[in-house]
């Protein structure tokens, strides 16, 4: 059985020999968005997959929590945008985005430095008031 690789291009590729499934991803980006951090992630092949699964952990914390499931539907191509932290201060945040396929769950993390200003969590704490 191969374990991830991760090779500096930023290409990912799991593979499980015994089982024949693999998930090769070309991109998995986060990016800070003012107080908010957009993930991003391009597969090469979508065959297989039955949904994507978004977790967040801050530093400070045992267990990631899960913020979204998302059914794959042919782009290869997609996002998320986690509006949901307007509060924190400059943390490191930890992403898991795990790639279910059948009897297999493949597990892609990053990690950013999250700085947001007074400002950009002032209007996050607005913006949270009419969700």
């Known amino acids: 059985m191969l374990r991830a690789l991760i090779?500096?291009?930023g290409l990912f590729?799991?593979?499980h020999?015994?089982?024949g499934q693999s998930v090769l991803l070309n991109t998995f980006n986060l990016l800070p968005d003012g107080a908010d951090?957009?993930?991003e992630w391009e597969l090469q092949s979508e065959a297989g997959i039955t949904e994507f699964q978004i977790f967040r952990r801050f530093q400070d914390e045992a267990l990631p929590?899960?913020?979204y499931t998302l059914a794959p539907d042919g782009r290869m191509r997609?996002?998320?945008?986690?509006d949901n932290i307007f509060k924190t201060e400059s943390r490191v945040v930890h992403?898991?985005?795990h790639v279910v396929t059948p009897g297999k769950v493949h597990k892609f993390s990053r990690s950013l430095s999250h700085n947001p200003t007074?400002?950009?969590r002032t209007w996050g704490s607005i913006k949270s008031m009419f969700r």
């Not at 997609?78 to 986690?82: E, F, N």
């Open 7 to 9: 090779l500096g291009t």
């Open 13 to 15: 590729l799991w593979a």
């Open 17 to 19: 020999a015994a089982q």
């Open 37 to 39: 951090i957009l993930l």
């Open 65 to 67: 929590v899960h913020l």
């Open 78 to 82: 997609y996002q998320y945008l986690d």
């Open 95 to 97: 992403y898991e985005l």
């Open 118 to 120: 007074s400002i950009q």
